[in-house]
Antibody, heavy 124, light 108 residues
Framework: QVQLQESGPGLVKPSETLSLTCTVSGGSITGYYWSWIRQPPGKGLEWIAYVYYTGTTNYNPSLRSRVTISVDTSKNQFSLKLSSVTAADTAVYYC??????????????????WGKGTTVTVSS | SSELTQDPAVSVALGQTVRITCQGDSLTRYYAIWYQQKPGQAPVFVIYGKNNRPSGIPDRFSGSSSGNTASLTITGAQAEDEADYYCNSRDSRTNHLVFGGGTKLTVL
């Protein structure tokens, strides 16, 4: 079955750029949307962005100016870059497969497969 | 507005029925999508619509919607259902996704 694995530095200095990669195994990245979600310690989930396998993107407006999401179909990976990080960006970062489906003439994006998450701490 | 509001905490006696609610303007048009998260684990997709569940999710979980409020109902709650539950929807114009703040379910 499809599995996702996040990878990247666990510690990032303030003002630097956080870079994470999600590797998809057991299935193809083609045909799906793919999301990044984060969860600060003790808090709820926050959607960051999604990317379609063709490269089409959509971003959380509150993070839009600092975030870039991209996809590499040749490597079956997608990535997240978050610039100018502060302590407020400390969180567990999850990647998730995000199928788009239709129900009663409306379409929905849902996250059906998640990575285990990777903890990123912003500290000097 | 695409914000979603959930009660912070709900409790239910073992074997009883509990409803977890989510309010937001987008829910007048869309069903909510629900996720379950247990401590230290990644979220798990539970349901969207009334009964669109992935394999492995018991049929005691069901969804419903009325006006701007979506509900996740657990009929006959089990100890293993104790978790945080998050609703999720999207903005119809921008397709931005949003999560509710989460509801901590305690099974007594």
């Amino acid at each position: 079955q499809v599995q996702l694995q996040e990878s990247g530095p666990g510690l990032v200095k303030p003002s630097e750029t956080l870079s994470l990669t999600c590797t998809v195994s057991g299935g193809s990245i083609t045909g799906y949307y793919w999301s990044w979600i984060r969860q600060p310690p003790g808090k709820g989930l926050e959607w960051i962005a999604y990317v379609y396998y063709t490269g089409t993107t959509n971003y959380n407006p509150s993070l839009r100016s600092r975030v870039t999401i991209s996809v590499d179909t040749s490597k079956n990976q997608f990535s997240l870059k978050l610039s100018s990080v502060t302590a407020a960006d400390t969180a567990v970062y999850y990647c998730a497969r995000t199928p788009k489906t239709t129900l009663n003439f409306n379409y929905y994006y849902y996250m059906d497969v998640w990575g285990k998450g990777t903890t990123v701490t912003v500290s000097s | 507005s695409s914000e979603l509001t959930q009660d912070p905490a709900v409790s239910v006696a073992l074997g009883q029925t509990v409803r977890i609610t989510c309010q937001g303007d987008s829910l007048t048009r869309y069903y909510a999508i629900w996720y379950q998260q247990k401590p230290g684990q990644a979220p798990v997709f539970v349901i969207y619509g009334k009964n669109n569940r992935p394999s492995g999710i018991p049929d005691r979980f069901s969804g419903s919607s009325s006006g701007n409020t979506a509900s996740l109902t657990i009929t006959g709650a089990q100890a293993e259902d104790e978790a945080d539950y998050y609703c999720n929807s999207r903005d119809s114009r921008t397709n931005h996704l949003v999560f509710g703040g989460g509801t901590k379910l305690t099974v007594l």
